[in-house]
């Protein structure tokens, strides 16, 4: 009986995926059409392959992720408001990510990958909030919110390098997160302890900072060498957040 349950809830979450890739396809299509409209054809179709490379990987994260839509151990039918704030969020960095073949925006456009990912920083902190409030907090959205935001903060400081804004080092900012990922799985796969990180606001606040600075850097508020040195203040202690938790997690550091 519970089999059965699950496998329904599990069709029908997967029909879910088909509407949200559907209208996810038809946004980028329309952002695509006005693109042709800004841009040469060939600099909007680079936007669009790229865009489309990031939107293909998310919802193949979301597709993978999908029987992990439990608050506890009953499989949920609905993504829920939250996750799909999530997939929103995840489709405004893709729409960033296609900025990074093209040349730096001017005149009107100039603010618009500084929008895109503030709006996107933005909602990372509302999805949270509306989860909890309409009890609808799975660890299928906790797992997509944290993929979705380490995105961000790779494909952000990647185009702030290209525009001049920030220098090449700061792109450890977006690498530090799949360093931890891939020190985490060598250990599981050599067969050494993996200890439990500990609870703290840390990491969500400093990852919330990275994400404001990312926004306001991409804009043209925001110039070097002012971007650089405020760039140290914010990297010091992100950085230091995940050498912590690496010490945590081999063991170095008690709980």
């Given amino acids: 009986m519970i089999d059965a349950y699950a496998g329904r809830a599990l069709r029908r979450l997967r029909l879910r995926w088909v509407v949200a890739a559907s209208v996810s396809v038809l946004v980028t299509a329309l952002a695509y059409d006005q693109f042709v409209d800004r841009f040469a054809t060939d600099l909007a179709r680079r936007w669009l392959a790229l865009s489309a490379v990031v939107l293909v990987y998310e919802f193949a994260l979301l597709w993978r992720f ?16 939250a996750t799909l704030l999530t997939v929103v969020r995840g489709v405004l960095v893709a729409f960033l990510a296609g900025f990074l073949l093209l040349p730096r925006p001017t005149e009107s456009l100039v603010w618009l990958p500084a929008a895109l990912y503030g709006l996107a920083a933005l909602l990372d902190y509302v999805d949270g909030t509306i989860a909890r409030l309409t009890d609808h907090v799975t660890t299928l959205g906790a797992r997509l919110d944290v993929e979705i935001d380490a995105l961000g903060i790779l494909i ?11 220098p090449v080092w700061y792109l450890l900012a977006g690498a530090a997160r799949y360093i931890f990922v891939a020190g985490k799985w060598h250990r599981r796969r050599t067969g050494k302890a993996i200890n439990d990180l500990p609870a703290g606001p840390a990491s969500r606040i400093l990852a919330g900072v990275q994400m404001a600075f990312l926004a306001v850097v991409l804009s043209p508020l925001l110039t070097p060498p002012e971007a650089t040195s405020l760039g140290v203040a914010v990297l010091v202690p992100f950085l230091a957040n995940f050498l912590r938790d690496w010490w945590h997690l081999t063991g170095r550091l008690p709980r």
């Fill in 66 to 81: 999908l029987p992990r839509n439990r608050a506890g151990e009953e499989l949920s039918p609905s993504l829920g408001p």
């Fill in 156 to 166: 952000a400081p990647l185009l702030a390098v290209i525009y001049g804004q920030l």
